[in-house]
């Protein structure tokens, strides 16, 4: 996409149950209503952790432009 602007957060969990409910509330309707209202598109990137770690979750926000995102 060119001359997008991206809006990422990344979230460390502690727990597994509560990294789940987090995703379930991202897919539920999170995600759709940040592109509803403006982005372009939402992902969800789910980090795999080693040794028994759980794994950080990164949302991914794509906007037409930094002035777009600012409207948001």
Known sequence: MAETFLYSVRSTFTNRE??????????????ADVVKAG?????????????GAIGDVETRYHFAS????DAY
């Open 18 to 31: 509560v990294r789940a409910e987090f995703i379930a509330w991202l897919r539920g309707g999170h995600l």
């Open 66 to 69: 930094r002035a777009a995102f």
């Open 39 to 51: 982005a372009l598109d939402a992902e969800i990137v789910e980090f795999e952790a080693e040794n």
